[in-house]
């Protein structure tokens, strides 16, 4: 962290936490449609990006600004644009890159929501190669000329494999491409994908930054160093601004006539929910392994988590990601209808589909994430008819263990 400061007072105090205009330590939320102008010519030159100001909140608003350079300061970026949610980001943030005739290639193990956005843009003629682990070898065998990004989670949802973000930048910036990381499981707290090699950064910011299950959003991060050439015909108008050409695609054109933006009060919520990130993030990574041993004793249930040894990732974690797994675990239970009696049986854990909440929350992820899935694509996502995803919160973990082995056992004996 600059300045020296560690994570939590940066959160608290860094330069993007110095106060508002009417000395307030919180940005107001600036609930309005639009704003007003003295004059016309005034207006004209903010329309046309020649003077700073606001016109119409689906193109800006301070509230979204306050919020945006927060979470930009967190993950060390150029500049960050927000989204009425993540997948917004993800729609807008692919859609700056590509254009009709163009590949992505996307790391298997994606969110299931994910997943069918990428085949909805199969429809605008954006074909999606999956690959296994974003291994160089894997990117570089799936390299054309029609390449335009490379695509991954940090930390999948919810078959945990993990990115190895310099390596995967590594194949991508040797053909020319950039990478973009959804880090929504991971959070800047366990990892800045950017500092990695990443060029863009998403979140579902609904998710572990605002923590409370009251706000719906998104964000994508420029790290404002990749090099747009010819080869982007998507960004052959804005090449000009170098660098900050995606951004400013995304800002001036593609976010703005998408229509996609944040509502004011959901970037307030979400901007004073990140304020507890760390301390939440740690609570939650806490429980989670804690959790995940408890239920790893249990000899008919299958446990899946970062930090426990028979996890594959487990080295890299303890070693890259300072051995914090995350909030996600995932449980296997023999059958679809013992799964369903399980999630039934609990008591203080909620059945809902989001993550990231301070509350534990659990799905059966087949009949819903991935509904529209086909089984190869459900499969390499970790997901199974017996698969429960479990997304850990920051209750009394003695409380949480109980719980969850009174559900194993009701389901065992059912």
């Not at 080295?315 to 995932?330: D, P």
């Amino acid at each position: 962290m600059e300045d020296g400061c560690r994570f939590n007072t940066k959160l608290l105090h860094g330069k993007t936490s110095a106060g508002y205009g009417q000395r307030e330590i919180l940005p107001p939320v600036s609930q309005v449609t639009a704003f007003q102008y003295e004059s016309m010519e005034e207006l004209e030159k903010v329309f046309a990006h020649k003077k700073m100001g606001y016109a119409y909140t689906r193109i800006g608003n301070p509230t979204l600004t306050a919020f945006e350079q927060k979470v930009n300061d967190m993950e060390g970026g150029a500049g960050a644009i927000s989204t009425s949610s993540g997948m917004a980001a993800i729609t807008a943030a692919l859609l700056a890159v590509c254009e009709s005739g163009d590949e992505i290639i996307a790391g298997s193990g994606l969110y299931g929501g994910t997943i069918d956005l990428l085949h909805d843009l199969e429809k605008l003629g954006i074909h999606t190669v999956f690959a296994g682990g974003l291994t160089r070898a894997e990117i570089e065998s799936r390299l054309t000329e029609r390449t335009k990004v490379v695509f991954g989670e940090m930390i999948s949802n919810p078959a945990l494999k993990v990115l190895d973000v310099p390596e995967a930048a590594a194949a991508a910036h040797e053909a020319g491409i950039p990478l973009f990381v959804d880090s929504t499981t991971a959070t800047p707290f366990i990892a800045r994908p950017l500092s990695l090699g990443a060029d863009v950064v998403i979140h579902s910011t609904s998710k572990y930054i605002n923590g409370g299950g009251n706000a719906i959003g998104g964000i994508i991060v420029d790290g404002g160093r990749f090099e747009w050439d010819e080869r982007h015909t998507a960004l052959r108008e804005f090449r000009k601004f170098g660098k900050a050409a995606f951004s400013v695609r995304l800002r001036t054109d593609l976010w703005e006539n998408l229509g996609c933006c944040m509502a004011p009060a959901n970037a307030f919520l979400s901007y004073t929910g990140m304020d507890t990130l760390g301390l939440r993030m740690e609570r939650i990574c806490e429980n989670a392994d804690t959790l995940a041993r408890a239920l790893d004793e249990e000899e008919d249930i299958q446990v899946s988590y970062l930090t426990l040894k028979s996890h594959p990732y487990h080295e890299y974690v303890a070693r890259e990601l300072g051995g914090y797994g995350g909030g996600i675990l995932t449980l296997r239970t023999g059958s679809r209808e013992r799964a369903f009696r399980l999630i039934n049986a609990l008591h203080y854990v909620k059945i809902a589909s989001n993550i990231g909440d301070v509350r534990t929350l659990v799905i059966h992820p087949v009949s819903t994430l991935y509904l529209r899935s086909g089984r190869e694509e459900t499969e390499a996502a970790g997901v199974y008819d017996d698969t429960i995803r479990v997304s850990v919160g920051i209750e009394d973990i003695e409380d949480l263990i109980r719980d969850f082995r009174n559900a194993v056992r009701v389901s065992r004996n059912a």
